[in-house]
Structures are given as structure tokens and as C-alpha cells.
């Protein structure tokens, strides 16, 4: 059995780059958790805004048996695995999941969830692409929720996307790089109209609906970690 991956990294001696992982995956849960990253390569979406394109193209990637793959994850002494892309439903997940759970690891996807589901997962975050709009029937299985938000067209949208999530979910907003100036302005005042179901920062009660600009607190880290 074999995926193809592109350069396996683990991130536990490089600090900026692990908090990044760590918080765009999941900023509550699995916050602080050393985890050990795959980035699948092959998309479908292919984002304008992408920070990986060159994870899009399978032609200068390397097959790596799932086998090699974990061992590679146990020498790393970590126990959590996040696995994105790219896409990576792209690829059938259950032979990597089967082994890596096998091997006591806790597995986390983050995915457009615009292809079916493969994998067994601890914890998946859904990031909705307007390209190629999530299966409908993915949206069920979202833990969290992750919106990249570049115009005020994109927050109108957001009560359709909780509308299909369940009432567990937790849902969070990423001003997309490029237009962060002009959209966080417009995130914060959606945040202060939507109080009722909004909190911020790290200090998150157990409500359903929590925003968070998690590329901004990711720069504060990366300042502190150069």
C-alpha cells in the first residue's frame, strides 16, 4: 500500500512552523499538541488564495509506502497526526488511517470535504471552498469549521454553512491573507452583531459558535518564534 505525499515534515523542532499546524487545525482542542504533519499532494479546488499551491501537482511528488509513512511518525515521537493538502480526500485514506490508529495515533484531517469521505478520523475540520462547495453529506461529520473570509459576500454566506453543520460544531473565521486589512474591520463587526453566538481569543465558553482570526494570532506567534 502506498500515498503520495509530498516532503513528510515533523515540526517538532521547528516552532513557528508547529504552532502554525497546530492552530489552523484546531485552535481549541488540539492547541499546544505536538503533532507530526503530511501534506497529501493533488487538488481539486485549487484555491486563488492557497498558501501550498505547490502541493496541487502530483508530477513532483514522492510514493512512500504507508508503512515507511509510519514509521517515519513513530520516530518522531508524536502522537497526533494532521493530514491535509492539497485535497487529501483525493486519495483513499483507510489503508493510512487503519495503521496509523493501529499504532495508537490520533489522526486529524483538515479537507474542502468537496470529495467523499475516506479515513477514520479523531477530529476533521471542514474548510468550505466556493469553487467546489463541500458534499452535503460531509458537512455531518465536521468537528470544526473553517471559513476563509476575503469579502462581506463571504460572511453572508456563513448562516447557510452553519445551517448544515450540527450544533456541536465549532465554527471559526481566517481573514484571508492578502485581504486581511480590509476584512478584519468587517469580521469584527460581524462578531459584534452576532454576540449572542460569538466569543474570541483563547477564552472560549462551550457555545456553538466561536470566531476566531486565527492567521492574525498565528503572526503574533510566528513574531515571537523567529
Known amino acids: ?18 504552532l502554525n499546524t497546530l492552530i489552523s487545525i484546531n485552535v481549541i482542542k ?3 499538541k505536538p503533532a507530526f504533519f503530511i501534506r497529501l499532494c ?37 502522537n497526533n497526526v494532521v493530514i491535509t493538502g492539497g485535497e487529501p480526500l483525493i486519495h483513499n485514506l483507510n489503508p493510512l488511517c487503519e495503521l496509523l490508529h ?14 467523499p469521505l475516506s479515513g477514520s478520523w479523531d477530529w476533521i475540520c471542514v474548510s468550505p471552498k466556493e469553487k467546489i462547495l463541500p458534499l452535503k453529506e460531509n458537512y455531518a461529520f465536521a468537528n470544526e469549521l473553517k471559513v476563509v473570509i476575503s469579502s462581506a459576500d463571504d460572511l453572508s454566506k456563513l448562516p447557510a454553512f452553519e445551517a448544515r453543520v450540527s450544533s456541536e460544531t465549532k465554527l471559526y ?28 481569543s483563547f477564552g472560549i465558553p462551550d457555545g456553538d459558535y466561536s470566531i476566531i482570526p486565527y492567521m492574525v494570532t498565528n503572526k503574533l506567534f510566528e513574531s515571537r518564534y523567529k
Open 173 to 200: 473565521l481566517q481573514p484571508e491573507w492578502d485581504s486581511r486589512s480590509l476584512i478584519l474591520p468587517q469580521i469584527i463587526d460581524y462578531i459584534k452583531e452576532n454576540t449572542k453566538k460569538v466569543s474570541t
Open 102 to 115: 493501529f499504532r495508537n495515533k490520533a489522526l486529524w484531517l483538515e479537507t474542502s470535504a468537496s470529495l
Open 30 to 32: 488540539n492547541s499546544g
Open 1 to 18: 500500500l502506498s500515498v503520495f505525499i509530498g516532503t513528510p515534515t515533523i515540526h517538532h523542532n521547528a516552532h513557528r512552523e508547529l
Open 42 to 78: 493533488g487538488c481539486n479546488v485549487k484555491c486563488s488564495f492557497c498558501d501550498s499551491k505547490n502541493s496541487w501537482s502530483m508530477d513532483n511528488a514522492t510514493w512512500i509506502e504507508i508503512e515507511t509513512l509510519a514509521d517515519k511518525v513513530d520516530e518522531s515521537g508524536a
